[in-house]
């Protein structure tokens, strides 16, 4: 078992940056896949960022390509995501979810374990 535990998100202005914490505990395995994901009322969930634990390598959907920030603390066992620029369109809530190492990364089924999520807000 693995339990995931989002935090960081919040209510911000459009333009403001948030960062979201994932903190992993449990049978975490050292090339494992974290992923964020995201759900906006009324919408399906969607691939947001991914890092492979093993060698760091990071992928990101378009829509937030040059302003989210994948990173790892394997210390802590720990994936940040850091939202710079945000805009109304980026409300949604947040999950944190890990899996095998060689997943394709948009694949929300191929994720194991998933976390309770945290909401993220952002005004206009």
């Known amino acids: 078992q693995v339990q995931l535990v989002e935090s960081g998100g919040g209510l911000v202005q459009a333009g403001d940056s948030l960062r979201l914490s994932c903190a992993a505990s449990?049978?975490?395995?050292?090339?494992?896949?974290m992923g964020w994901f995201r759900q906006a009322p009324g919408k399906e969930r969607e691939f947001v960022a991914a890092?492979?634990?093993?060698?760091?390598?990071?992928f990101y959907a378009d829509s937030v390509k040059g302003r989210f920030t994948i990173s790892r603390d394997n210390a802590k066992i720990t994936v940040y995501l850091q939202m710079n620029s945000l805009t109304p369109e980026d409300t949604a809530v947040y999950y944190c979810?890990?899996?095998?190492?060689?997943?394709?990364?948009?694949?929300?089924?191929?994720?194991?374990?998933w976390g309770q999520g945290t909401q993220v807000t952002v005004s206009s």
């Open positions: 979810a890990v899996g095998p190492p060689q997943i394709r990364v948009g694949a929300t089924l191929k994720y194991d374990y």
């Open positions: 449990g049978r975490t395995g050292s090339t494992d896949t």
């Open positions: 890092i492979r634990w093993s060698g760091g390598s990071t």
